[in-house]
């Protein structure tokens, strides 16, 4: 009798045991009969879907399933009745709320002590964030391929029409590296970023810090952040202009100085525009007229005067005169922003 007495004992412990483990679950368990009606509920379900274990208990499973899935349920019963269970299931559940939330179910089959299937032990773990990393990857993939097929013809378009303007293969193969750097840089700063955009500032310090003389280059307008295709096109336009600045304009000689400035206004019809001013000025206008027919004629002036504008949708001028340089950008800002990003900054600021 007495081994009986312990035995019932240690049974009622082990199940204490259980009990406590089931509550203290970070993954929401739930216990249901061979109807789908619930019989047990503990506190990660209650924290999942909202409901208390006295507002669950008793009601159908189909409480939590969306409409549109109650397919599901009866599939899972049929399976628990032939004693298969359900392993890793990701599916959609309903809150009290009526909001949906990811989840990867789990369903067991419950036996009684003969053995026979008297219900379905249900684990449900949150997904949600798994999901969302997955969608953003599948994104950021989309996006990634987008990139690289465009930078593939941005690099054709680099060999093609550098090619017409060089006759030396050693000059050929320089330009052709430093132009396909300048696109790994603004690629650098888009990856940084998880392809979100990049700031108009890093932009422009990331192309023109391999020509040096930082401190006779001034930055000044208001704090942008620029989406991909800006990124990469204002990119190619810096790499340009620095490029032939520091061959034979400003950044070539002593003294020379650039100034490089944005402003962002409200158009016609209250559209806002983005303009972007690149000015130097040398203190050797004599080597400016080298400078004039090397803009003139390479690739940089259909970079500056051609492929930025157009692909932003907006308008460029290029001036020269004995000693200075002038390029500028009109484009609508949509064009050049992300999204609900830097069109509503009045932030400014001035290096």
Partial sequence: MAKSGGRESEDA???????????????????????????????????????SAEEAVGRSMLLLIPEHLHDEESDIIGRIRRGEGVANLDTTRKRKDGSL????????????LSGEIVGASTIARDITAAKESERRIRLLMREVNHRVKNQFAVILSMVRETSKRSTDPGEFEEMIRARIMALSRSHDLLVTSEWAGASLFDLIQEHLKPF????????????????????????????????????YGALAGEGGHVEITWTVDTGPEARRWFHLVWREASTDPDGRGETNESIRKGFGTVVLQRVAPQSLGGTSSLERSPGELKWSLTAPLEAIVVPQLGAESESDFSV
Avoid: C
Avoid at 101 to 112: E, G
Avoid at 218 to 235: E, I, M, W
Avoid at 239 to 245: A, D, K, M, P, Q
């Fill in 212 to 247: 040096g003389h930082e401190e006779r280059i001034s930055l000044s307008g208001p704090l942008l952040t620029l989406q991909s295709n800006a990124v990469q096109n204002l990119g190619m336009a810096f790499h340009e202009l620095g490029t032939n600045s520091s061959k």
């Fill in 101 to 112: 939330v990811a989840v990867s179910v789990t369903v067991s089959p419950i036996r009684n």
């Fill in 13 to 51: 412990s082990a199940n204490a045991r259980l009990a406590a483990i089931v509550d203290s679950s970070f993954d929401a368990i739930i216990g249901k009969d061979l109807n789908s009606i619930i019989t047990n509920w503990n506190r990660a379900a209650e924290r999942m879907f909202g409901y």
